[in-house]
């Protein structure tokens, strides 16, 4: 070993680039976009500086704009002008987010339009899907009825012309459920990104405040898996697999990167959603001057991929896209 073996040699400024086992690139990410039907200009969110809730008529100018970035993915989410409670404007022929799907396609269409299946923006008390009693006689979210919802959801959104699904309510039985539904009504080559393993994480709070889906009662966690859990995450992603999911998911991304490397494993494509809390801390740290905002979010995407990740949903794309140009 040492002073024979001396690993900064490989280290030189020149040599470094030789050696760089992982890359990321613009075509790795995933830009997620909140399309608002009650609004007619962008605007902020607070706790996400740098995000927009857009109006569904931009969405053409939004698409133009990212495809010129260099991104070729957007996932998108929708805010609706009427919440109930059976969401039933998550599944209108003409609402908000598949007016924008539609848009996007329109205007860019070879750009990959991924939309998030959920119910949680357009339940009036918040939950991912249909609230009631359950046979143990609480109140909860009702897993079998909440399938049917999310088979509605999931066709309506490829019949907008969505590229791909991505359902992320965390039911049992979801990707099979949907994977039939979308067969039937004639998408059998529209693929399923299962958000397979997501954790009930309090990462997800500044995109309460970006989709309007905060929880009126209770909480994620009889749905959402419990963060300190690493071999049920394993289950989850295999069955998942096993209902025919094409992608699998690991949410949030950073603090999950053991559970990453071992999803991996399966086989299939992993996705990695770095979310709305890990984008905002850098966010924030970088506002008071703490970190380099720059090198802080691609060191976190580069570590995310290194881990196993083969696409990453990030609030970052636009940036890292430029950045990423910028170093070339
Ligand atoms: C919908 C959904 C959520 C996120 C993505 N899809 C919210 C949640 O599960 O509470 C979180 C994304 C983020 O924090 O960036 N269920």
């Not at 924008?100 to 949680?120: F, G, L, N, S, Y």
């Not at 071999?231 to 999911?245: H, I, P």
């Not at 490397?261 to 740290?285: H, M, N, T």
Request: net charge negative.
């Amino acid at each position: 070993m040492f002073p024979e073996r001396r690993l900064r040699r490989l280290r030189k400024r020149n040599l470094q680039p030789l050696f760089r086992e992982t890359r990321i690139d613009a075509s790795d990410l995933v830009m997620p976009l909140f399309f608002d039907e009650t609004i007619e200009q962008p605007v902020a969110i607070t706790s996400m500086p740098g995000q927009f809730r857009y109006p569904v008529g931009d969405a053409k100018s939004v698409a133009e704009r990212l495809k010129s970035a260099g991104i070729s993915s957007v996932l998108l989410f929708g805010v609706p002008a009427e919440k109930d409670a059976a969401a039933h404007s998550a599944y209108a022929e003409n609402g908000g987010l598949q007016r924008a799907v539609a848009a996007v396609k329109r205007a860019c269409p070879e750009m990959v339009v991924i939309t998030d299946v959920c119910a949680c923006e357009y339940t009036d008390h918040g939950h991912c899907g249909i609230i009631g009693e359950t046979s143990s006689g609480e109140i909860d979210l009702l897993n079998d009825p909440s399938l049917a919802l999310m088979q509605k959801i999931a066709v309506s959104h490829a019949r907008a012309g969505a590229d791909m699904v991505a359902p992320s309510c965390m039911l049992d039985g979801q990707v099979g459920a949907i994977r039939a539904a979308l067969d039937a009504a004639g998408y059998a080559d529209v693929p399923i990104m299962s958000y397979s393993t997501k954790f009930a994480s309090a990462f997800y709070g500044p995109f309460r405040e970006a989709a309007h889906s905060g929880y009126s009662f209770g909480d994620r966690t009889t749905y959402q898996m419990d963060p300190a859990n690493g071999r049920e995450a394993l289950l989850e992603s295999e069955m998942d697999a096993d209902e025919g999911a094409d992608i699998l998911m690991v949410k949030p991304a950073a603090l999950y990167l053991d559970v990453l490397a071992k999803i991996r494993e399966i086989g299939l494509p992993v996705a990695a959603y770095q979310v709305s809390g890990e984008y905002s801390q850098i966010k924030a740290a970088a506002e008071r001057g703490w970190l380099d905002e720059r090198r802080c979010a691609l060191e976190s995407l580069t570590c995310i991929k290194r881990a196993g990740a083969d696409l990453i949903i990030t609030y970052y794309a636009e940036d890292a896209a430029r950045w990423l140009h910028e170093e070339q």
